[in-house]
């Protein structure tokens, strides 16, 4: 175990991971091969274009091996993207697998939060765009700048169901192509 904000917690690793789906892309890299040998995938969006069907993402879900209420992952990704989600129950690539991925809906004020971000809401323009979801070209949806530079962040959120399994949706539609998103630094408790 680990601490993360004062919290104990596991850092995942393989035998956490129940399965892995994806659509509209590639693994390009999956294992525990992440910061201190915990788990990490490296998806490739191989579909761009707008809409539901040319949409793509990756889902991770988490067994029960270890139990778990709270999870915290690094996400790190490239390229541009005017309609993205991250656990939400309207989100994208759905054909990876549940979008909300079994998360309570996004709350700060229940503890949920970002942090650690680079190039997106630390940036003031992007602060007052939503955390989970975005389908426009506003000027304060971080995806669509700073194109060819990796822009990361730490997300907390909390698990909805002990009934069903839960873990990390990401997707993306009106996207550019053969660019990365990278899940690591997967931690529970």
């Avoid at 399965?19 to 693994?27: A, K, Q």
């Avoid at 091969?33 to 707008?50: A, E, R, S």
């Avoid at 993207?81 to 809906?105: D, E, K, M, R, Y």
Wanted: proline content about 3%; overall charge neutral; some cysteine.
């Amino acid at each position: 175990m680990a601490t993360t904000y004062g919290i104990a917690s596991t850092l995942v690793t393989t035998t956490n991971v129940n399965l892995v789906g994806t659509t509209g892309g590639t693994i390009v890299s999956a294992g525990n091969n992440g910061p201190l040998g915990g788990y990490q995938i490296i998806f490739q969006h191989d579909t761009g274009g707008c809409g539901s069907a040319p949409d793509s993402g990756v889902y991770i879900e988490l067994n029960d091996s270890t139990p778990w209420t709270h999870i915290t992952f690094e996400w790190l990704g490239i390229g541009s993207a005017a309609c993205w989600s991250f656990p939400h129950t309207s989100g994208f690539g759905g054909g990876a697998g549940p979008t909300a991925a079994n998360l309570i809906v996004y709350d700060e004020s229940a503890g949920d939060r970002v942090s650690r971000s680079y190039l997106t809401w630390e940036v003031p323009q992007f602060q007052s765009h939503s955390k989970v979801y975005a389908c426009d070209n506003d000027s304060n949806n971080f995806f669509r700048y700073n194109t060819g530079e990796y822009k990361s962040f730490f997300m907390q959120r909390r698990r909805n169901s002990l009934l069903s399994y839960g873990g990390i949706h990401h997707g993306r539609s009106c996207n550019s192509t053969a660019v990365n998103t990278i899940i690591r630094n997967i931690r529970i408790w």
